[in-house]
């Protein structure tokens, strides 16, 4: 079992729709980070995390630290949101950072 | 200036070549990091420097050869590389290794090994 399990795997959406991804992790962290990455491109960080909730735009996302669960929520979605979604979470001892699978995103017109 | 660069975009060299990926910060950042990255797979670390110095190597074979020569600046050495370690190499860094420290990625350099 991955320490970080990320679903679904795959998701296509229609534009303007309410998107929801989900994280799930097995270790003590310092943080939980949500990337991007575009096809063929390198990776932007879209949020850090250790409590609670941020808002960025039209993404938001939550972490619930008992459950050991974030979701990532992007609301009026565009199909320049499609890109690949990364989980990644900071554990408490180390400085390596350990990724889920991701998420793989196509927001159609 | 927030952002790391990576030189050079795209790479491609034989089995035989020695080569260089060059990755630069200006953040003030005193970690950083070379990841790999394979096709629909998510990154892969390979080594750490905190504070200039090699801190993790994720056995690694030793074809990959890196070197921090100061704060800004991190090399991956290239040689006698196999077709299989064709990939996107990744450069990342952040203010302080390990806890709450958003890393920073580079557009990456995508490697093909003939």
């Known amino acids: 079992k991955n320490e970080v399990e990320q679903s679904p795997q795959n998701l296509t959406a229609q534009e303007g729709e309410f998107i929801t991804i989900n994280c799930s992790y097995s270790v003590g962290i310092s943080a939980l980070h949500w990337l991007q990455q575009h096809p063929g491109g390198g990776i932007v960080s879209l949020f850090m995390l250790s409590s609670g909730k941020k808002k960025h735009g039209r993404l938001i996302a939550t972490i619930n630290i008992q459950e050991k669960h974030s979701s990532l929520h992007i609301t009026a979605s565009h199909p320049r949101d499609s890109a690949v979604y990364i989980c990644a979470v900071q554990e408490t001892s180390g400085s390596r950072l350990t990724f889920g699978e991701g998420t793989q995103l196509t927001v159609n017109p | 200036d927030t952002e790391v660069t990576q030189t050079p975009k795209h790479l491609v060299m034989g089995m035989t070549n020695k080569k260089s990926l060059k990755c630069e910060q200006h953040?003030?950042?005193?970690?950083m990091y070379w990841y790999k990255q394979k096709a629909k797979k998510p990154p892969e670390l390979m080594f750490v420097?905190?504070?200039?110095?090699?801190?993790i190597n994720e056995s690694v074979p030793s074809r990959f050869s890196p070197e921090c020569p100061n704060s800004s600046l991190l090399n991956l050495h290239l040689h006698a590389l196999q077709p299989e370690d064709s990939a996107l190499y990744l450069c990342a860094s952040s203010r302080y290794p390990g806890g709450y420290n958003e890393q920073f990625f580079g557009p990456g350099t995508r490697l093909t090994v003939l």
């Open positions: 420097y905190s504070y200039e110095k090699l801190s």
């Open positions: 953040m003030g950042h005193r970690a």
